[in-house]
């Protein structure tokens, strides 16, 4: 018992000795590595990532296999292997790798941005009436839709594949697009600040193999939207009327009109201030002749 207290008594005085002797840079170090931790398990958690870990831990105890029982084959292979294993991920990942550190950079910045003005906030809350008015009609005829609103993240990339518009949003709009022998039914809607800005677009599938089977190819594009960005898609089911919201990679379904437009107010006002607040900090670099902020 004497000897149990005594080494647990070494193991808290050599952490306490360590801790009394940290300068400033040493918590900014440590504050650094978790943030970086944090985010890597996030990003493996959350996607297909995980189920490679495994494989490369697998290796990893093979490779250490092979050192201690001098299999020097299998360790030629591993070690050769490893060497170029990193930029293999890199390639293989590279649209998560993306949408990772785009989320990473966002949500870093949140804390340092301001409020919206009234005139965004109340576009924007008539926006979301609107869409919620034209979700519940094209619900109730089982139309399908896809709608995108763009936050932090830019989507000019999946807006180039479309028809710009650049409109007020309207629920009459709205379903118009997505009637079924509408040109631009099959795409999908992307909004940007309150407003319709194109219409047609096409979008990234998800490849994640946990999708249930009995969702298509518009809840495989929503998903996979909201995967390689931080939009928030909007999607129903032209089988069964059924709205859903995919956010980050995750769909919730089942939504009515009341609940669509809680949920919508709460994904959608406080990022639309943050993209307000930049563009009135742009301008007010314009003009005291300074470059501008991108």
Not at 269 to 287: D, H, M, P, Q, Y
Request: hydrophobic content about 45%.
């Amino acid at each position: 018992m004497d000897q149990i207290t005594e080494i647990l008594s070494d193991f808290f005085g050599n952490i306490w000795n360590q801790l009394s002797n940290m300068e400033t840079f040493d918590y900014i170090d440590i504050l650094i590595v978790a943030f970086i931790l944090y985010y890597t398990f996030k990003f493996v958690s959350d996607r297909r990532a995980g189920k490679l870990l495994m494989g490369i831990l697998f290796l990893f105890v093979m490779f250490l296999l092979s050192v201690f029982l001098d299999m020097s084959a299998l360790n030629f292979i591993l070690k050769n292997l490893f060497s170029v294993g990193l930029i293999a991920i890199i390639i293989v990942f590279q649209p998560e790798l993306r949408s990772a550190l785009e989320k990473m950079g966002g949500e870093s910045l949140k804390g340092f941005k301001g409020k919206m003005d009234k005139d965004a906030e109340s576009i924007l809350r008539s926006s979301i009436s609107e869409i919620c008015v034209a979700a519940e009609s094209l619900s109730n005829s089982k139309t399908g839709a896809l709608l995108v609103f763009e936050r932090s993240t830019k989507l000019g990339d999946y807006v180039r594949t479309g028809t710009i518009i650049d409109s007020q949003t309207s629920s009459l709009l709205i379903s118009n697009i997505f009637f079924n022998k509408a040109p631009l039914h099959d795409g999908a809607v992307i909004i940007r600040g309150g407003r319709i800005h194109a219409a047609g677009c096409f979008l990234p599938l998800s490849t994640n193999s946990d999708i249930v089977k009995d969702l298509g190819t518009r809840h495989r594009a929503g998903i996979g939207m909201s995967e390689n960005s931080d939009a928030v898609v909007l999607i129903i089911s032209e089988e069964s009327g059924i709205i859903s919201i995919a956010v980050d990679g995750e769909l919730r379904r089942g939504f009515s009109r009341k609940t669509l437009e809680e949920r919508l107010k709460n994904l959608l006002l406080s990022e639309e201030k943050n993209a307000i607040t930049e563009r009135v900090i742009g301008k007010i670099f314009n003009r005291n002749g300074n470059k501008k902020i991108k």
